[in-house]
């Protein structure tokens, strides 16, 4: 494979990074995953936007400009064949050579880093015909999920209790209330009716969820912005999450429960239906 780190197009066994960079000393590093299918980049203004965002919020300084962050994108969609998959992208603090709390000066260049990951089956994926089993796990990451950082120690262990509980992924629950999954944002289906909880820093603002949220206004569907609890999930006739790497994700079990017929719901599907055929 080959990617991009600071500048230059490499083999992967090539690319170097310091020991002493802050991404790697103080997960002080934001990130963006955009899906490829086609070869096409689904949403990459959506993407370079959030990230100008998230570096913003943490007085990072851009790496480079948007054109040119897409022409690192598509060259390396190019080099390595990809039809489906995902391109990852990092930009980090860098370093100036030194442990410290305190940021390096101003004149610090941040790293950037870009790889690709090949997914074939990505779009037609057997794992959304089954749907995904939910467990319901507490919150208790920092209170700027808004910010797309590499924290994500808790996601990982809250994706390793559900494959030990036999499940696919968790909710994370605050205060009562579902924040968002692991990896994606969260929603249920209840008469007809969409419900997701609305933006705030409490949760990432996904750009699937702005694309299927659009769609579904589109196709007559209604949405309501709003906080609800695991136990309103459960009682609802579907549910679902989104995310750039999954799409539309049906939801079939939260905690054990099964929704409707423990099938992917009609509403479900067909967002992730429209979805695929609008990126394509
Ligand atoms: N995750 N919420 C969280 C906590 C996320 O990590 C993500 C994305 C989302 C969905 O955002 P978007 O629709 O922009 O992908 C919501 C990416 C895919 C990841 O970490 O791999």
Known sequence: RTVYVNG?????????????????????AV????????GKLIDFEGHAVRLKRSLDELDMAEPCSKEELLEIHRKLVEVNGIVEGLVYLQVTRGSDGDRDFVFPSEDTP?????????KPGLADSPAAKKGAKIISIEDIRWGRRDIKTVQLL??????MMAKKAGCDDAWLVEDGHV??????????????????????????????????????????????????TIEEAQGADEAFTTSASA???PVVEIDGVALGNGTPGPI????????LEESL
């Not at 490499?10 to 690319?15: F, R, V």
């Not at 941040?110 to 090949?118: G, K, R, Y």
């Open 110 to 118: 941040p790293s950037i880093v870009l790889f690709t990951q090949n």
């Open 179 to 228: 924040t968002e999954g692991t990896s994606n944002n969260a929603y249920f289906v209840k008469d007809g009716v969409i419900v997701t909880r609305p933006l705030s820093n409490d949760i990432l603002h996904g750009i699937t969820r702005k694309a299927v949220l659009r769609m579904a206004a589109e196709a007559q569907l209604k949405v309501e912005e709003r906080l609800f």
């Open 154 to 159: 808790y996601p990982s262990m809250g994706k």
């Open 31 to 38: 990130y963006e995953v955009t899906s490829v299918l086609d």
């Open 268 to 275: 479900a599907t067909r967002l992730r239906e429209i979805y």
């Open 8 to 28: 230059e197009y490499l083999p992967e066994e090539d690319a170097k990074i310091s020991i002493f960079d802050r991404g790697f000393l103080m997960a002080d």
């Open 247 to 249: 799409f539309v994700m």
